[in-house]
């Protein structure tokens, strides 16, 4: 799985982005075709929605998006096209437990995905999974200790376009832990539709339900929290009575991801008591510290 380091101001992370994954991401957004050029060129009422809405609620990712399709060479319209296709999109469960054997998140790698480190300005630093078109994680941990992983789902049409999986990004930024992390999720403004995982380093698990306009906490139960294709509605998970270590656990989540995912494949482990995240059969990536107060 392909490794990108951002570090600085949004703009840089942008460019960061954008040049060590210019071929992936006009890959993705159909840069090199005369189809995926047209379309990018298109007016849609829909993404200049949702574009408006991104620079109001998310100026910094805002901003991080038009670096990063300068430095691509495509379009912030199709890297806008590209947000609301993933945030729309249905993925497999993602599963989280916590006990006395430590804390993971486990959580399946959309297509193409890539690893990242970002170093922001006077932020927290982080360890994710990302779409090579994205501003914001499909999961990862910060230099706290906070953890997380999005759970995209169908939309529903409301005064709000930007999708709650942007969420992620600000929360790796802004929080230390799971308490005002949470608090934060369940007041801004954001698209129905879709989930988020939170964990922190004290073992404290959540999940936010965004699918309805009240957006609500999903607590874990006997020690495990799962989203899956029904946010809230758990699916049958492993039965363990008792995990004695950290590589039984690991090994307890990945069979379990495997048991309730339609379709096997790569999946990422998150380890927030360690700052760290890992590929299955590769080597933890530990989250290097900035030394910033995360303000």
Request: charged share 20%.
């Amino acid at each position: 799985m392909k490794r990108v380091h951002c570090q600085g101001a949004p703009r840089d992370l942008g460019l960061d982005q954008g040049t060590a994954l210019r071929d992936e991401i006009r890959a993705a957004v159909g840069g090199d075709t005369v189809r995926g050029r047209l379309l990018a060129l298109r007016p849609d009422p829909a993404t200049e929605s949702l574009h408006r809405d991104v620079r109001r609620y998310f100026p910094h990712q805002a901003e991080w998006l038009e670096s990063m399709a300068r430095a691509a060479g495509v379009p912030q319209r199709a890297l806008v096209r590209a947000l609301a296709a993933n945030a729309a999109s249905a993925t497999p469960p993602v599963l989280a437990y916590s006990g006395a054997a430590g804390t993971r998140l486990a959580v399946p790698a959309p297509p193409r995905a890539i690893l990242r480190t970002v170093h922001p300005e006077g932020r927290f630093a982080a360890a994710e999974l990302a779409r090579p078109t994205a501003t914001t994680p499909s999961a990862g941990v910060n230099e706290a200790g906070l953890a997380l992983a999005v759970v995209p789902r169908p939309l529903s049409p409301s005064r709000f376009r930007a999708p709650v999986m942007l969420f992620a990004r600000d929360c790796l930024d802004r929080f230390d832990a799971v308490e005002p992390a949470l608090e934060w999720c369940l007041s801004r403004p954001a698209a129905i539709g879709g989930a988020l995982l939170l964990a922190d380093a004290t073992g404290t698990l959540v999940g936010v339900d965004a699918s309805a306009p009240e957006r609500r906490p999903i607590p874990a139960i006997g020690g495990w929290l799962a989203l899956g294709a029904a946010c809230g509605e758990e699916p049958e998970l492993q039965k363990t009575a008792e995990i004695e270590g950290a590589e039984e656990l690991d090994s307890a989540l990945a069979a379990t991801l495997a048991s309730v995912a339609p379709v096997p494949g790569v999946s990422l482990l998150v380890d927030p008591v360690g700052r760290r995240l890992r590929v299955p059969g590769e080597e933890w990536i530990r989250v290097e510290p900035t030394g910033s107060d995360g303000a």
